[in-house]
């Protein structure tokens, strides 16, 4: 069962790893360092404009999520997930984790910070993270030609957004197969 926490000191070492290990198919540039993640962490525990979370399964640390760039008066924000990278080579368990942390992001978003979109910026040959994404309820809105420079070529920026008004509808059928 997949459950949410606060990020920890602890996790840093973790998420440093993960992340260098999956930079191509992340926005990040570079290596990241110890004293990369020690500010990052000394950031995040202030900058309003940022809610991360703890991912666990049981009591392991499988990655962080949440809502990035919050935009608190024109009521939006970007959604961010990075899990361990066996997890997330993974077709069907980083579906899974995907689908957790999407509910929950949705109703934090939605329900406790009032936002009215959420969107996401991948880089187009993440074709699952899309598709996972549709599947969800997030429409295309844009896409930024030539936005991203990987390994030596030039890829589109996918921009998917999910507003309030369609979250309740598929809120409501999460509700019902939670039941079931």
Known sequence: ??????????????????????????????????????????????????KLFAVYEGKKFIGYCGLVYIDFRHKRAEISLLTETKRAKNKETYGEDFISAFKML????????????????????????IRIL?????KKEAILKKHYFKKGIYYDSIIQSLFLKDWKKINHGFQKKDKN
């Open 134 to 138: 549709e599947k969800l309820g997030f």
């Open 106 to 129: 949705c109703r934090y978003a939605f329900e406790n910070l009032k936002l009215n979109k959420i969107y996401t910026d991948t880089i187009d040959f993440r074709k699952e993270n």
């Open 1 to 50: 069962m997949i459950t949410f926490g606060n990020i920890k000191k602890e996790h840093l070492p973790f998420l440093k790893k993960w992340r260098n290990e999956q930079k191509d198919i992340l926005r990040q540039t570079k290596l990241l360092t110890d004293k990369d993640q020690a500010e990052w962490f000394k950031k995040i525990k202030r900058d309003k404009n940022q």
